[in-house]
């Protein structure tokens, strides 16, 4: 996610603060991993200096300078940009299942058991988000069948994994 | 997992077509009302584990377990006879006679034990009711939706009301909508009426909709619930 | 993000990109170019279609063993029809062959009997019977230095030596020749070559004798040459000609109706392919050409493997003998007209009969879709060809054959309505199966499986019972006429053969040589009594008449009291005793009056068998002879005249006395009657022994009747054969559903019996539609033919029973299959 087309874009509703921005920043996307101020800061001073942003006016009072930034018209293109442009897909890589089997294969652990052990647990949390989608409403439908095909997704590459896990066996030792 | 209390039970299966052993000691168990999804890969064995279960295909070597009885010892019109009345089965395609309409078809396991056409209809007519297919009763397969033939199908499978419902990929060809919706009202109807469900599936999001998992990989099966 | 590279596009322009880009290739292609000439778009030249055909060719050989097993049905399937074509084709030739063989050699005389010379050769014909098989013989002296010969020899045999057939010679070297071998005494002094024989198992022999023996052989003639111009002289009867015809007809239709169904052998596989070739691309029309070439390669293929099979039974036929006759391998040619329309006509129909298959159905890239509520049958063009055929042959009613001009046309208008009404009778059947299944349904599940699946495929149920329709239609028709022919065809004899077995006319120059005639029969072995008359004339010897022409003669009959019990009524009879027998009072005209008890009567005639007045023999007929009735002897023959017991008259004052024997056989000696002909080779070499049966049949009749049984059966097992694999076929496209089937416990017999029901529902309705069509071209034949209607019940029993033993058949032969595809394999997908 980029923090700094996240900002331009709440400022394209009104020139803010900086802490406000972070406040904003927080409630809506931040829910389990707020921002820094500092992030905040170095991001605005990267934007200012590309000239995205304006200093709109600056607060004196007791503590921190408070900075209004505002967007400028090249801040409103970028962000079109970049709503425009699709994300390149990532691929999913550095696990931490991924680390756990190879870390197994290589103390010489069963990574096959290690395997069915996690697909049990994703079948369990499957098996729940099931149970829940059978209860609840269309919305909670479609954020269990979100999670569900997500889960799904690890699982095929449980699968996958464990019907390579020779190969991969064969290329961590050597 | 204790076989105590089981319905079906099988133990050190072995079968194998040609060279190839598809199944290679095999265990399982099922209680009534349970719904217990076989898992894995194309060829690990699944649909012979479940072949072997409901007495289409008799073990090299092993036993199955039905309600105290051996099926390997049972002669091949009491096994028939077993199947007619006590288990029902959903296939993946291919299942429904397609010059019947959809209400025969699924008549069509009563009428084979015997029952009155005009009862076999009323019951099937009750059950393609609650499967949401009651509209296609006059249909034949050929012109009704694959989800709508699928849950002819599930509907066919309960209409003897069996003891153990044997489903092979009974989502494979259908899309996720319909597939949850055949799923959900296959699990339903068998927890109401405390049928045991043996699910072959690969789809872990089909298994989601079993009580617990049973894992084949090179013709050995694993209960999960142990592992857990 | 809008680059500069973009900057061709309008700013505001949002949708840049690939549809820009394809704009833009559009643009540069103005001015469009203009549409080839030579590749015009519509109608695909022959280029095409020949490219389309040979690929459909190449799928028939490379499209994997699913093809390669439906491209050898069907070239099986063709081949066998195509056999039977051949083999049909061929019969002009052979009977064109066979006829101008048996001219060739024809010892008849036509016209003047030349005078005997040097250029001439004295014959006899001398036939004879071998227990069940006919030996046809000839006994011949040249009457000068340079006699003709017969063809297949080089010369005339010299006394006292023969030559035989090459199966006549076999059969003498055989064990089973051995007793024969005393009736020819002569020296074997060649072999007869194929040019002198009809057929290859023919039996004949040419015998030279001395002239003198022909002093003892009743008939005889001279011949200065071999042949006759044209013995065909005495036409079928006209009712035979209708059966020929019908005959062909019912033997064909069926042949070519398989041919029709071995060109949809597999076609629902086919079917399935031909949309994956629209999946990459291949147009609707296009597809139909890659099927018709497909089965165009079938045919053609069949073609082959038809010619080849004819070749083969060709070399097995030739030299066979079947029902006394037997062709040469070479005369087994096809006529050359209709073994080109055979080559055109089978393909051509493959073809047409695949496109005519896939005009019912869609072939989209995606899967197969049959058209989901079919076209209704519509009665009214199926009912139309029966009753043209009707309308055909109603007017030919009780004229057939009558007036020679029309013969031909007449000929060709019954078989065009014989076979209208045949074709239309299986016409009827598919709209017949389609509207009695759809009322079934409720039922046993058997039952109810059968019905739905009829109602949804008709069509191929109909397909393949309706060369069994045909069929069995035309048997009963032609059932009927030959009730009706037979009795017309077999004569009464008004011969006993309780009261004697055998009969030999002998001809001897006096008494002495006939009481020695007749004790060389009655030595023969198996010979209980001989029966010995011998007759003579008598003349009126007080006749004013001076032509010895007009002098009125009777028959004098001598022969022992046994003899004439068998020639009148007699009561009492002691040796020496005389009779005057007389017969319808119309016979005994007043020329015969003259012999009256007490009457004397002139016994000398002349060389010529003119009475000689001047040279009289008296002779009295005792005044005790009493009057009596004439009786039919065993040959059916009534005789009358003076009958005389030895005491009464002595034979040696007999001039040109004529012996008869009437042999009684012991029925516990086998081949008696073999020993009997074996014995009269001794008193003349002609053989001159005939047979007393109740009754004679036409032999030609005995050998179209026999033809059509054959045709007929191999026509029913060629259709029983096509109708397995159609079951098979069938079986075979829904194995997975047959294990569904099973693993929910169905029963091996539910299914049995729903295959049973598949089969017998069509085929009852096919022969209830069958035995009407049937019924009604066989009325019409018999009027055609001015017969009384008959309905010959126990053939219509057993034609129906054939039918029906063809479904069982069918139905027996498709469960093991059945029954090993009910196996769980078929649920394996993996």
């Keep these: 996610m980029s923090i700094g087309h996240t900002l331009l874009g709440l400022l394209e509703g009104g020139p803010r603060h900086g802490y406000d921005l972070k406040r904003a920043f927080d409630e809506r996307f931040g829910h389990d991993r707020p921002l820094h101020y500092g992030q905040v800061y170095s991001t605005m001073s990267r934007l200012l200096k590309n000239g995205l942003v304006e200093v ?21 293109t970028d962000v079109e940009g970049w709503l425009t ?39 369990r949390l499957m098996r729940e988000l099931t149970q829940r989608k059978r209860g609840g409403d269309l919305s909670d439908q479609l954020i269990c069948d979100h999670a569900l095909f997500h889960l799904e997704a690890d699982l095929r590459w449980l699968e996958l994994t464990a019907a390579r896990l020779g190969q991969l066996a064969k290329a961590v030792r050597s | 997992m204790t076989p105590a209390g089981s319905l079906l039970m099988a133990d050190d299966l072995h079968k194998s077509y040609g060279p190839t052993p598809a199944l290679d000691g095999a265990e399982f168990s099922i209680h009534p009302g349970e719904v217990v999804a076989v898992m894995g890969p194309s ?165 989601a909709y079993s009580d617990r998992e049973v894992v084949v990989r090179d013709g050995k099966a694993r209960d999960m619930a142990g592992a857990r | 993000m809008s680059g500069p590279d973009d900057g061709h596009a309008g700013p505001d322009d949002g949708h840049t990109g690939t549809s820009g880009r394809t704009g833009q290739a559009t643009l540069t292609a103005v001015p469009p170019r203009p549409p080839a000439p030579e590749e015009p778009p519509q109608r695909p030249g022959i280029t095409r279609w020949a490219a389309d055909l040979a690929m459909g060719g190449r799928f028939a050989v490379t499209g994997g063993r699913e093809s390669w097993a439906r491209t050898i049905m069907t070239a099986v399937g063709v081949g066998l029809g195509v056999t039977l074509l051949l083999f049909a084709a061929s019969v002009p030739t052979m009977d064109s062959a066979r006829t101008e063989r048996s001219n060739a050699i024809a010892a008849f005389g036509f016209g003047e009997e030349p005078e005997p010379g040097p250029g001439t050769v004295h014959v006899a014909q001398a036939n004879t019977d071998f227990r069940d098989m006919d030996i046809s013989g000839v006994v011949l002296a040249p009457d000068g230095s340079r006699p003709p010969h017969p063809p297949g020899i080089s010369g005339v045999p010299a006394a006292g030596e023969m030559y035989v057939s090459p199966a006549l010679k076999k059969l003498l070297d055989s064990d089973e020749g051995k007793l024969l071998r005393d009736r020819f005494p002569y020296r074997v002094a060649g072999v007869i070559g194929d040019s002198g024989l009809s057929g290859p198992t023919e039996l004949r022999y040419y015998a030279g004798i001395t002239p003198k023996q022909f002093d003892s052989v009743p008939s005889s003639y001279h011949l200065d040459s071999w042949g006759a111009q044209d013995t065909s002289g005495d036409e079928l009867d006209p009712a035979l000609v209708l059966l020929v015809v019908i005959g062909c007809v019912v033997l064909l239709l069926p042949v070519l109706i398989f041919i029709a169904t071995a060109a949809r052998f597999g076609g629902e596989r086919r079917d399935r392919r031909l949309a994956a070739l629209r999946l ?15 089965s165009l390669f079938g045919s053609v ?17 030739g030299g066979a003998s079947m029902m006394g006759l037997s062709f040469f391998t070479s005369d087994i040619t096809p006529s050359f007209p209709l073994a080109l329309a055979i080559v055109v006509t089978v393909p051509a129909s493959a073809v047409a009969v695949t496109l005519i298959a896939l005009r019912a159905i869609a072939i989209e890239p995606l899967g197969v879709v049959r058209n989901a509520t079919p076209k209704r049958r519509r009665l009214w063009w199926r009912l139309l060809l029966p009753l043209l055929g009707i309308g055909l042959l109603a007017p030919l009613a009780g004229g057939f054959g009558v007036g020679s001009s029309g013969g031909d046309f007449q000929s060709y ?81 008004n011969q006993d053969p309780n009261r004697a077995q055998l009969m030999m006319n002998i001809k001897v120059d006096n008494g002495a040589q006939a009481r020695d005639a007749f004790d060389r029969l009655g030595a023969a072995k198996g010979v209980r009594s001989v029966l010995e008359i011998t007759e003579g004339s008598i003349s009126d010897a007080h006749s004013k008449a001076k032509d010895p022409a007009d002098i009125p003669t009777n028959s004098l009959t001598v022969a022992g009291c046994p003899a004439l019990r068998e020639l009148a ?153 096509s109708m397995i694999v159609t079951t098979l076929e069938q079986l075979r496209d829904r194995k997975r559903l047959l294990s569904v089937l099973v693993a929910f416990g169905t029963r091996r017999s539910t299914l049995s019996w729903s295959i ?10 096919g022969l209830a539609l069958s035995i009407a069509g049937g019924l009604a071209l066989g009325v019409l034949l018999l009027k055609m033919v001015g017969e009384g209607i008959a309905v010959d019940w126990a053939g219509l029993a057993a034609m129906t029973g054939i039918g029906a033993g063809v479904i069982l058949v069918v139905t027996l032969a498709s469960l093991p299959p059945l029954w090993r595809m009910m196996r769980p394999e078929g649920l394996r997908t993996e």
């Design chain 3, 756 to 765: 049973l029901w598949q089969t017998a529902v069509p085929v009852v309705l």
């Design chain 3, 569 to 721: 009524h007699i009561t009492s009879c002691r040796d020496g005793d005389a009779f005057i027998v007389t017969r319808d009072p119309e016979y005994t005209g007043p020329d015969n009056a003259f012999a009256k008890p007490g009457a004397q009567v002139n016994v000398a005639f002349d060389d010529e068998g003119m009475p000689t007045p001047g040279k009289q023999k008296l002779w009295t007929v005792p005044r005790s002879a009493k009057k009596v009735e004439s009786r039919e002897d065993p040959n059916g023959a009534l005789h009358s005249g003076i009958f005389a017991t030895p005491g009464a008259f002595d034979i040696s004052d007999l001039a040109n006395p004529q012996a008869v024997a009437m042999l009684r056989l012991d029925p516990k000696v086998p081949d008696a009657d073999e020993y009997v002909r074996n014995a009269s080779v001794t008193i003349t070499p002609t053989l001159d022994v005939t047979q007393i049966t109740s009754s004679s049949q036409s032999s030609e009749f005995q050998t179209i009747r026999n033809v059509l049984f054959i045709g007929a059966t191999s026509t029913l097992l060629l259709i029983g054969a």
């Design chain 1, 56 to 76: 709109d006016g600056i607060e004196h009072g007791g503590g921190p300078e408070r900075k209004r930034y505002a967007i400028t018209d090249a801040g409103i």
């Design chain 2, 43 to 207: 060829g690990s064995g699944k649909s012979t584990l479940l072949h072997c279960l409901a007495g289409i295909v008799r073990p090299d070597s092993g036993s199955v377990h039905y309600g105290g009885r051996e099926l390997s010892t049972m002669s091949d019109s009491e096994r028939s006879s077993l199947r007619r009345g006590e288990f029902g089965f959903v296939f993946q395609f291919g299942q429904l006679v397609p010059e019947l309409t959809c209400g025969e078809n699924v008549a069509l396991p009563l009428r084979l034990n015997g029952v009155k056409r005009k009862e076999a209809e009323a019951r099937s007519l009750s059950w393609m009711e609650r499967l949401e297919v009651a509209d296609v009763a006059h249909k034949r397969p050929g012109e009704v939706s694959g989800g709508q033939g699928q849950r002819v199908a599930v509907a066919r499978s309960l209409v003897t009301g069996p003891r153990v419902l044997f489903a092979d990929e009974p989502t494979g060809a259908l899309d996720s909508l319909n597939g949850e919706r055949v799923m959900e009202l296959l699990t339903e109807a068998a927890r109401e009426t405390r049928t045991a469900v043996v699910l072959v599936t690969h789809e872990a999001r089909v298994a």
């Design chain 3, 413 to 493: 208008q019954a078989a065009a309505g014989a076979a209208l009404l045949l074709i239309g009778t299986t016409a009827l059947l598919p709209w017949l199966v389609e509207s009695v299944v759809e009322r079934f349904g409720k039922g046993p599940v058997p039952w109810l499986l059968a019905t739905r699946r009829l109602q949804l495929s008709s069509g191929t149920a109909a397909r393949a019972v309706s060369g069994i329709t045909v069929a069995v239609a035309g048997a009963i028709a032609l059932q009927m006429l030959f009730g009706s022919v037979e009795g017309q065809s077999t004569e009464e004899t």
């Design chain 3, 301 to 317: 293929l069949g073609l082959a493997v038809g010619a080849t099979l004819f070749l083969l039974l060709r070399e097995a036929v």
């Design chain 3, 280 to 294: 990459v691309g291949a147009d609707i029309h296009m597809t139909r050409r890659i099927a018709a070439g497909e």
């Design chain 1, 85 to 123: 442009e699709p994300e390149k897909p990532e691929p999913y890589l550095q696990s931490v299942l991924y680390t756990k089997v190879v870390i197994a294969l290589l103390t010489g652990r069963d990574a096959a058991d290690l395997l069915d052990v996690q697909r049990a647990e994703h079948l």
